[in-house]
C-alpha cells in the first residue's frame, strides 16, 4: 500500500532553517510527481510545491517562492523541502502528497513550529 512518511520538523527560531523529508513507499516513485502541503491552526491546507517526476521541474506558491526549495532523490524514494529564514507564519504542519490512480495520498504530516 502507498505509505507517506514525513521527518525533520521541530522548534525552530525564526531566521532558521529545516530540511523535511518524506519517505515513501507502495508505488513506483520515479514515476509521480511530489507536492508539499502545509495547514496552519484553523487554516485550510494549502499547496507549497511540487516537483515533477525526475525532478525536472518544480512549482512553488507564492508564499515560498525564494525560501523554499523541493528535491527528491529516486535512488532512495524521497522527497524533500528545504525552509530557510524561517518565518512564525510558517508555523504549520507539513504533509506529503502524491496524486495516482485517482486518489490523493497523505503522510502523517511533521510538525514545524517557529517560536523564539
Known amino acids: 500500500q502507498v505509505q507517506l512518511v514525513e521527518s525533520g520538523g521541530g522548534l525552530v527560531q525564526p531566521g532558521g532553517s529545516l530540511r523535511l523529508s518524506c519517505a515513501a513507499s507502495?508505488?513506483?516513485?520515479?514515476?509521480?510527481?511530489m507536492s508539499w502541503y502545509r495547514q496552519a491552526l484553523g487554516k485550510e491546507r494549502e499547496l507549497v510545491a511540487t516537483i515533477g517526476k525526475t525532478g525536472g521541474w518544480t512549482n512553488y506558491a507564492d508564499s515560498a517562492k525564494g525560501r523554499f526549495t523541493i528535491s527528491r532523490d529516486n535512488s532512495i524514494n524521497t522527497v524533500y523541502l528545504q525552509i530557510n529564514s524561517l518565518k512564525p507564519e510558517d508555523t504549520a504542519v507539513y504533509y506529503c502528497?502524491?496524486?495516482?490512480?485517482?486518489?490523493?495520498?497523505w503522510g502523517q504530516g511533521t510538525q514545524v513550529t517557529v517560536s523564539s
Open positions: 502528497n502524491v496524486g495516482l490512480r485517482g486518489m490523493d495520498f
Open positions: 507502495g508505488f513506483t516513485f520515479s514515476s509521480y510527481a
